[in-house]
């Protein structure tokens, strides 16, 4: 039977926990979600997820919408996909910006260089996101997966497909 409810897992609370952590440090670039007032607004972000310091780091620009929305709507939600692996991991938690020089120097890698020329450029903006509370899916492969849909294909019955769990962090 598919496990339907938030907390129907065959995992602990902390074996949730440590798979939330790694699959979002694996899967590094995540949807990261506002909200305007009026409207959910959706970007695609390189996490940078640090569970030693509880929360998970983005540099940002100082130009953009995000920047407004968080500081009027500080609720943010963070949705990471492996669909090839059918694994999903959403975390929700405050955002806040500041211009934490250190930390940004700390966190720079040569991918960055992408958007800014170095670490000392003064548009850059450490994001930071404590986490509230994560939900993990944690599915099998595509093999696994694909099986489990033609039995239920032929059975009627609803597919098993891993955990699902619901916990606050």
Partial sequence: MAKEHPNDSDLTPDEVEDRIWELAKKIDICMFTTWDGENQRSRPLSARVYRDEHA?????DIEGHKNGEIERFPTVSLAWVDSG????V?????AKISNDRAKIKDLWTDFDKAWWENENDPSIRLLTVTP??????????????S?????????GKAPDFGDNAKIKL
């Fill in 85 to 88: 692996g059918h694994k999903y």
């Fill in 90 to 94: 959403v975390i929700a938690g405050k």
């Fill in 56 to 60: 998970i780091y983005f540099l940002v």
């Fill in 132 to 145: 509230n509370d994560g939900e993990l899916w944690d599915s099998p492969n595509q093999l696994v997966a």
């Fill in 147 to 155: 099986a489990k849909m033609l039995v239920a294909a032929v059975t």
